[in-house]
């Protein structure tokens, strides 16, 4: 069975840091594409960073560039979204995701992931 369990959200106030933890059970981070999505109440869930299955790859959404950063430790099986700089409107809840096909794409669509977690309040303070 797999899980995928955040930590690491909290109440931080603009320019600050956080770093997000994904750790994943029932399966291998190295061996998937993972990602990092939000959703900030009436909005829809919107996709922040990916990582490639082999790890070379990454990618992130505009807003974010430069201040988010996503990452992986085999060892510990964990998934990481390290966000500095925060913004108000980065106040959302935070989720890790995993793709089950085992390429290097990197999906940047809800429906190309097939394992969630259940997400991280991440709120920011002006």
């Known amino acids: 069975q797999v899980q995928l369990v955040e930590s690491g959200g909290g109440l931080v106030q603009a320019g600050g840091s956080l770093r997000l933890s994904c750790a994943a059970s029932?399966?291998?981070?190295?061996?998937?594409?993972t990602g990092w999505f939000r959703q900030a109440p009436g909005k829809e869930r919107e996709f922040v960073a990916g990582?490639?299955?082999?790890?070379?790859?990454?990618i992130y959404v505009d807003s974010v560039k430069g201040r988010f950063t996503i990452s992986r430790d085999r060892a510990k099986n964990t998934v990481y979204l390290q966000v500095d700089s925060l913004k108000s409107e980065d106040t959302a809840v935070y989720y890790c995701?995993?793709?089950?096909?085992?390429?290097?794409?990197?999906?940047?669509?809800?429906?190309?992931?097939?394992?969630w977690g259940q997400g991280t309040q991440v709120t920011v303070s002006s």
């Open positions: 995701a995993v793709a089950g096909a085992g390429t290097d794409y990197i999906g940047t669509r809800p429906h190309e992931y097939d394992y």
């Open positions: 029932g399966l291998s981070v190295g061996s998937y594409g």
């Open positions: 990582m490639s299955q082999s790890g070379r790859r990454t």
